[in-house]
């Protein structure tokens, strides 16, 4: 089983949205930084804030760990579920 490694940054959402999201997914998770599930792990590190020009953007990097054959739906969901659109 080859596992997948992919890491984004998540931009314009805090960590806090993030961690309950994998929490309602996982199975188990250890101090609210790394979330097991069938097939994948995620590492969810601490927020920082970017600046762009005057703008302050909460920034989170998550690291995936994911079973090749689980990998795309996994991400699918994911980024699903964090669709956003500019207004």
Known sequence: MAIIK???EMRGMSREELVNYFSS???KNHNN?????????VKV?????TMICSLK????????????EVFDDFLKAF???FLSAGG
């Open 25 to 27: 997914i996982s199975r």
């Open 57 to 68: 953007i909460p920034s989170t990097v998550v690291e995936f760990y994911i079973q090749e």
């Open 79 to 81: 980024r699903l579920k």
């Open 33 to 41: 930084c790394l979330f097991y599930g069938e097939g994948w792990k």
């Open 45 to 49: 590190t601490n927020q920082k804030i």
């Open 6 to 8: 992919e890491k984004l």
